[in-house]
C-alpha cells in the first residue's frame, strides 16, 4: 500500500518549482536589504530583484493589486515627507502654507521604494508558495509540531472569521448601523461586531483542544513525514551563499564601511 | 473488558459537590452501549472520564477506578489514552485539526503524531475511511464538508488510531437530518464490522433503537437503571427521567393500546423502524 | 508537554491570531477608525497564558497577517516587535493578578473612582503644561493640541471613574494602568520603528496626528512619538477593557485551566 498520488503533490511553474526554503531565504533577504541597505541602493536593487521574480513566476496580475494596496500608504508617505519634512531648506515649491523640499522628497521617495520593495517581495512569495507547501518542508526540517499547528490553523481559520466578520457588518449596515456615517456610530458598530465573533470563537478553544489530545498531539515521537517537497544541493549552496551576503552588505552598510548612493 | 467504570466518582476542580457518584458500567468488545438520561445528568462528563481527559487534561478529583483495556487512566498519559478510548464531541467544527488540505491527511493527522512509518499510516487511513465508507471523500477540503460529513471524517480519524474502546456524546445533535442519518448508518457499520467497545450518548433514542446492545440510565451523577435495550427502550424507566422513547416504539405501544399492533409489525417492529426514519 | 505551551494554549493562540487580525483588518479598513484594536487576541493569551506565549501571539500576527493573501501588504510585518513587547507586557500583568477581579461597593468603590479620575487628570497635565511643548520653535504641538489633550482627559477619567464604578470592581483601576503603560512602551518601541523604516507614517488615520506635529516642527522621530504617545496609550487602554470583559464572561472552570488561572480567578468564583 502506498501513499496516493494527491499526497506527493510538487509544485510546478519556473519560480515556484524551488523550495520553500529557498523562496523562503530570496523574500527574507530582499525584505532585509531593502530596509537595511541606506539611501537608494538597497530599495532600488531589491524592487528590481522582487520585480524579475514576480516576472519569473508569471504573477504580473495579482503583484499588480497588491502593488495597488500599498497605494494609501504611499500616498501618506509622499505628502507627509515631501512637505512636512523637519529642517529641510532646499525648498522645490510652495503650495499654500506648506513647502515641498528636495531632502523630503528624497526622503519620501527612498521610503516608498523600501515599502513596496518589501510588500512586493512578501506577496511574491505568498503567491508562490501555498501554505501547507511551506508548513510541510519547514516540519520536515525540524520546526516543532507545536507552531506548525499555531501557523497552520490561525492562516486556516482567518478566512472562516472574516466571512463571519462580513456578515455582521452587512447585517448592520441593513440596520442602519452605517459603516460609513460619523465616527461614532462606527464606533458603535464594533461591538456587536467583536463580541460575538470573540466570544463564538473562544467557545471551541476548550473542545479544540481535547479534539487534539484524543489525535495524540501531545506525543513526544518525532512527527512522520508524509509530504517532501523537492530540493537540491545547488538550491542549498544557494540560500547559504544569499544569507551571507545579505548578512555582509547589512553590516557593511550599517558600519558605514561601504559607502553607496 | 475494554471499559470498566467501577464506583466512579468525579468533581470539577475548583467545585465542591461531585458530578459523579458511585457509578459502574461496564462495555465489552464488540457492545454498543447508550448512555441516556436528563439533562445535566453528568453523560457529559462521564464521557470525559470515560476517555481519560478528566482528570488527564482538565484536572479535577477522580475516585474508583476506569480501566481502559485493563489500564487505569490515572496512569496514561494523554497520548497514551488516546489510542486506547477514542472520542468524538458534537460540534463538527471543533474536531477536525484543520490544518490538512484533504480528508486523507486528516484523517492521518493522529497516527503522524505517534511517529508512525509511512506504510503503517497508510494502512491505518485506508482500514478507517473503508469501514466508514468514506472513499469519495478522502481528496475534498476539510473545510467544505457538511456538518455530517465533517463528523464522519472525525470519527474516522479519531478510528485511525485504534482504540479499543469508542465514546460518542450526542455526535449527531448538531446535525441535519440527513447528517443523522449518516452517521447512523455509519456507527452501525463499526458496530458490525470492528470489535470496538462504543458508549454512545444519545438524545435520538431513535437512533439507539437497533444500533445499542445495552442502556444505562444516568440521572444525577447516578446510574438509575441499566439493562437490555429493548426492554428499556419500551419500559417506563426512560420517560420517568426525562428521556423520550424511539419513535418507532411509541407508535407501537400506541396502536397495542389501539388494540392494532398485531396487525401492522412484520416481525421485530421493522416495518415500525422504516416509518420512524 | 506542559507549562505556558500545553495543548490548550496551543489551541487558544491561533484563535487569538485570527481575532487580531480580523478585527484589526476590518476597524482600520472597513470601519476605518483612528485606533488600532489588533491586540486583542494578544493580550488575552498574555493575561492567560504567560508572556512567552502572549508575545508569540503578537509577533505571529504580525508576521501571518503581512504575509496573508488579500488583507495582507502595508506596514503591518515590521511591527511584530511592538506586538511582542505588547504580549511579554501582558504576560506580566497576569502574573501580578492585575486582570484578578475585585468586587467592591459603596464608599471604597466611589473613592476608588474618583481617584481614578484624579489619576488621569494629573498625568496629563504635565504634558499639557510643559513648555515645551508649546513652544513650536523648539518642536511642539499646533494650537488646538492644548484644548485636545485636556478634552481627551477628561473623557477618559470619565471612562476609567465610570467603568470602575458601574462594574462594581476596583479591577478597573488597575487594569486602565496596565493599559496607559503599555500604551506607552508600545509608542517608545513603535515609534523608531515607524520614523526610520517608513519615514513616520503608517498609512492609518494616525498620520494626520504625526502630519500636524510635523507641522508645529517636531522631527520625525518626536512627531511619531508624539502621535504614539497619543493613540497607543487609548488604543491598549480600551483593548485591555475589552480583555477584561472577555475574561470575566468566561466560566471560572474554564479560566483556571490556564497557566495564569490562579492568579485571574478569585477563589470563591468556583465554589
Not at chain 2, 134 to 163: C, F, N, T
Not at chain 3, 181 to 210: C, E, K, M, N, R
Request: hydrophobic share 50%.
Amino acid at each position: 500500500m502506498a501513499l496516493p498520488a494527491f499526497i506527493g503533490r510538487r509544485p510546478t511553474g519556473a519560480y515556484r518549482r524551488l523550495n520553500p526554503a529557498t523562496k523562503l531565504v530570496i523574500a527574507f533577504a530582499t525584505a532585509a536589504i531593502a530596509f537595511a541597505v541606506r539611501e537608494w541602493t538597497g530599495p532600488v536593487t531589491m524592487l528590481a530583484v522582487v520585480l524579475v521574480t514576480a516576472g519569473i513566476a508569471r504573477l504580473g496580475r495579482p503583484i499588480v493589486k497588491f502593488a495597488l494596496a500599498t497605494i494609501p500608504l504611499v500616498i501618506s508617505i509622499l505628502l507627509v515627507n515631501t512637505f512636512l519634512f523637519p529642517g529641510a531648506t532646499d525648498v522645490l515649491a510652495r503650495v499654500g502654507p506648506f513647502t515641498a523640499t528636495g531632502t523630503g522628497l528624497a526622503a519620501a521617495l527612498q521610503a516608498t521604494l523600501r515599502v513596496v520593495a518589501f510588500a512586493l517581495s512578501v506577496a511574491v512569495f505568498s503567491l508562490t508558495t501555498p501554505t501547507d507547501d511551506l508548513l510541510s518542508d519547514l516540519e520536515r526540517r525540524g520546526l516543532g509540531r507545536r507552531t506548525i499547528f499555531i501557523i497552520g490553523s490561525a492562516i486556516g481559520t482567518i478566512p472562516r472569521m472574516l466571512e463571519r466578520a462580513r456578515e455582521i457588518t452587512d447585517s448592520q449596515r441593513a440596520r442602519g448601523l452605517d459603516t460609513e456615517g460619523s465616527v461614532w456610530r462606527r464606533i458603535r458598530g464594533v461591538v456587536p461586531l467583536a463580541g460575538p465573533m470573540i466570544s463564538g470563537a473562544l467557545s471551541e478553544v476548550e473542545e479544540r483542544s481535547m479534539a487534539l489530545e484524543a489525535r495524540g498531539f501531545s506525543a513526544s515521537a518525532r512527527r512522520t513525514t508524509l509530504r517532501t517537497l523537492p530540493d537540491s544541493q545547488t538550491q542549498l549552496v544557494a540560500r547559504w551563499l544569499i544569507l551571507v551576503a545579505t548578512a555582509t552588505l547589512i553590516v557593511a552598510s550599517l558600519t558605514g564601511l561601504v559607502h553607496l548612493p | 473488558m475494554s471499559l470498566r467504570l467501577t464506583d466512579v466518582g468525579y468533581r470539577y476542580a475548583g467545585t465542591t459537590v461531585p458530578v459523579l457518584t458511585g457509578v459502574s458500567l461496564e462495555v465489552r468488545r464488540g457492545q454498543v452501549v447508550g448512555l441516556v438520561g436528563p439533562n445535566d445528568a453528568g453523560k457529559s462528563t462521564l464521557c470525559l472520564v470515560a476517555a481519560g481527559l478528566a482528570p488527564g487534561s482538565i484536572g479535577g478529583s477522580l475516585e474508583g477506578s476506569v480501566l481502559l483495556d485493563g489500564r487505569e487512566t490515572r496512569e496514561l498519559r494523554p497520548h497514551e489514552a488516546a489510542q486506547r478510548c477514542g472520542i468524538l464531541f458534537q460540534n463538527p467544527a471543533t474536531q477536525l485539526s484543520g490544518t490538512a488540505p484533504t480528508v486523507y491527511e486528516e484523517i492521518a493527522f493522529g497516527p503522524r503524531n505517534l511517529g508512525l512509518s509511512v506504510a503503517e499510516i497508510v494502512g491505518r487511513v485506508d482500514g478507517a475511511v473503508a469501514t466508514l465508507g468514506i472513499r469519495g471523500l478522502v481528496e475534498r477540503d476539510p473545510h467544505r464538508l457538511s456538518g455530517g460529513e465533517s463528523q464522519l471524517v472525525a470519527l474516522a480519524s479519531v478510528m485511525a488510531m485504534r482504540p479499543a474502546v469508542l465514546v460518542l456524546d450526542e455526535p449527531t445533535s448538531q446535525l441535519d437530518p440527513a447528517g443523522t442519518a449518516l452517521v447512523g448508518r455509519a456507527l452501525a457499520r463499526l458496530a458490525t464490522e470492528t470489535s470496538v467497545a462504543i458508549l454512545i450518548v444519545e438524545h435520538k433514542t431513535d437512533l439507539l433503537n437497533g444500533l445499542a446492545d445495552d442502556i444505562v440510565v444516568l440521572d444525577g451523577g447516578r446510574v438509575v437503571a441499566a439493562g437490555g435495550a429493548s426492554s428499556l427502550l419500551a419500559g417506563d424507566v426512560l420517560p420517568a427521567h426525562g428521556v423520550r422513547r424511539p419513535a418507532a416504539v411509541s407508535i407501537r405501544r400506541a396502536l397495542e393500546a389501539a388494540g392494532l399492533g398485531g396487525r401492522l409489525t412484520g416481525g421485530d417492529g421493522d416495518i415500525l423502524a422504516g416509518l420512524a426514519e | 508537554m506542559g507549562g505556558q505551551f500545553s495543548t490548550r494554549v496551543i489551541t487558544l493562540i491561533p484563535v487569538a491570531i485570527a481575532i487580531n487580525i480580523v478585527l484589526g483588518y476590518t476597524v482600520q479598513s472597513v470601519l476605518k477608525l483612528p485606533i488600532y484594536l489588533d491586540s486583542i487576541g494578544t493580550i488575552l493569551v498574555g493575561v492567560l497564558a504567560g508572556p512567552l506565549a502572549g508575545a508569540l501571539t503578537g509577533v505571529l500576527s504580525n508576521v501571518i497577517w503581512q504575509y496573508a493573501p488579500g488583507i495582507g501588504g502595508g506596514t503591518i510585518g515590521p511591527f511584530a516587535i511592538t506586538a511582542g513587547v505588547i504580549g511579554l507586557l501582558a504576560g506580566l500583568w497576569g502574573r501580578l493578578g492585575v486582570y484578578r477581579s475585585r468586587p467592591a461597593s459603596g464608599t471604597q468603590l466611589l473613592l476608588a473612582a474618583l481617584v481614578g479620575a484624579a489619576l488621569v487628570i494629573l498625568v496629563v497635565l504635565p504634558i499639557v503644561n510643559n513648555q515645551t511643548y508649546l513652544d513650536p520653535s523648539v518642536g511642539g504641538f499646533p494650537d488646538w493640541a492644548v484644548p485636545a489633550a485636556i478634552g481627551i482627559a477628561i473623557i477618559a477619567a470619565i471612562v476609567v471613574a465610570g467603568f470602575t464604578y458601574l462594574r462594581r470592581d476596583l479591577a478597573g483601576l488597575w487594569v486602565a494602568g496596565a493599559g496607559v503603560i503599555t500604551g506607552l512602551i508600545a509608542a517608545a518601541v513603535s515609534a523608531p520603528i515607524s520614523a526610520y523604516v517608513f519615514g513616520g507614517v503608517t498609512g492609518s488615520g494616525t498620520d494626520v496626528i504625526v502630519a500636524a506635529l510635523r507641522q508645529g516642527g517636531a522631527d520625525v522621530l518626536n512627531a511619531s512619538l508624539g502621535q504614539g504617545f497619543f493613540s497607543d496609550p487609548i488604543d491598549k487602554t480600551i483593548t485591555s477593557f475589552v480583555v477584561f470583559i472577555i475574561l470575566a464572561s468566561l466560566s471560572p472552570r474554564v479560566v483556571a485551566r490556564f497557566p495564569n488561572g490562579s492568579r485571574l480567578v478569585t477563589p470563591e468564583a468556583t465554589a
